[in-house]
């Protein structure tokens, strides 16, 4: 039996065809085959055909994950992955039996030869993880493990170019690689904060109701408890920064809450802070009543930071409007009929109360002694006499 070796048309795969063949398929990459012999040739020729039951079955097993050609595919890229990974295991293990002898300008210029092999045999194990990737149902930019591999190669691919010498190609290859690896590690980082995010309730929300205060407050409480959970979690860049976006969507969330919870208090309060003058007695009576009732009425709402703020706010009105009318009450009382002599009236009209005058008292004397006998000074000779 005559035994021929071709090439598929596909792929390009060296296929071994005996002589009694008609068709096949390419063990490589499935493609059907159809055999053309004449005088003194032969040739493969890929056709598409109209296949039965059996082979549609066939096919569809082919396909199948773990099965057929993809599994082969995916089989022959690791089975090389593993032999690369032997041959720098060994070639590490050279360069350290070199770096022990390391002194001579032989032994200097092999290690140089063994350092840049290891280099070009890190770079072709990168692009076999590609490769391998890229079978893989997995996208590239959600493969968290290939990217972190990734990251590792390119991290002894620019320790392996630090140990030569730093000419202007060495150089530009290190310039590549770190932007590379900053372009991996970028990647890692938004995969990362994605993952985290999608664990968060708050950022499974896609519809946001800002005139629906119900929502905001539901949305406000569900980010605090996410809050809780990641002050919870490990330090690292993509907790501070999902961290950072959490915070904003609150501050969002709390800002129109705080604009339709002012809006539903002011359409419920009856006091509309007019200019009122300190000396409108009933101005400030009516306006007393109405902050009462105000204040009656947000006291029976459930309590929240708006409705603090305004009871606070309503009671230092109240307070102020209080003192006027005890102004007012004790300056009219001062100047009714009766109320006390004209000297201790205000001598303005703005004082609160009174005068006090000061109260006066008789001299105080002292008395004359009555065992002592009065004397009396002479008034030539300026001696003391006694006189009865």
């Not at 070009?120 to 893989?136: F, S, T």
């Not at 004790?330 to 201790?344: C, I, K, N």
């Not at 109260?359 to 009555?370: G, I, N, V």
Request: hydrophobic content about 35%; charged content about 25%; proline content about 4%.
């Amino acid at each position: 039996m005559e035994i021929k070796f071709l090439n598929c048309t596909a792929c390009g795969a060296s296929i071994q065809i005996s002589g009694d063949m008609e068709s096949l398929n390419c063990s490589a990459c499935g493609a059907f085959l159809k055999l053309e012999q004449g005088p003194g040739y032969s040739a493969l020729k890929a056709v598409k055909r109209n296949c039965s039951g059996s082979e549609k079955r066939e096919k569809e097993r082919q396909d199948a994950p773990g099965e057929g050609t993809h599994a082969m595919r995916m089989a022959f890229r690791r089975n090389h992955l593993v032999s690369m990974d032997t041959r720098l295991r060994i070639l590490r293990c050279e360069i350290r039996e070199f770096e022990r002898q390391a002194g001579t300008p032989a032994v200097d210029s092999e290690l140089t030869d063994l350092h840049w092999q290891e280099y070009q045999l890190l770079e072709r194990i990168k692009k076999e993880n590609i490769a391998i990737a890229e079978l893989e149902p997995v996208q590239l930019g959600h493969n968290l493990p290939f990217m972190q591999a990734q990251v590792v190669i390119l991290e002894e691919e620019l320790a392996v170019l630090a140990k030569l010498a730093q000419t202007s190609n060495i150089k530009e290859h290190v310039e590549c690689l770190q932007a590379e690896k900053t372009e991996w590690a970028q990647a890692i980082f938004e995969f990362n904060v994605i993952t985290l995010k999608q664990s968060l309730p708050s950022f499974k929300t896609n519809l946001i109701y800002y005139e629906n205060q119900a929502f905001l407050v539901a949305e406000m409480w569900s980010a605090s408890k996410d809050l809780e959970t990641l002050l919870g979690m490990q330090a690292s860049p993509e907790v501070d920064a999902v961290e950072a976006e959490l915070r904003k969507k609150y501050a969002e969330f709390e800002k129109n809450w705080r604009v339709l919870e002012e809006r539903r208090i002011k359409s419920g309060l009856r006091y509309d802070w007019t200019v009122i003058q300190k000396t409108d007695h009933p101005g400030i009576i009516h306006a007393i009543s109405v902050i009462n009732l105000d204040l009656a009425w947000l006291n029976s709402q459930k309590t929240n930071q708006m409705i603090e703020e305004h009871i606070q706010q309503l009671g230092r009105r109240l307070k102020e409007l209080e003192g006027w009318q005890m102004r007012i009450e004790r300056q009219a009382s001062s100047l009714a009929p009766g109320s006390g002599s004209p000297w201790q009236r205000s001598p303005t009209a703005y004082s609160l109360c009174p005068i006090k005058m000061p109260r006066k008292f008789p001299r105080q004397t002292q008395p004359r002694p009555t065992t002592c006998p009065r004397r009396r000074r002479g008034r030539s000779s300026g001696s003391w006499e006694s006189w009865s």
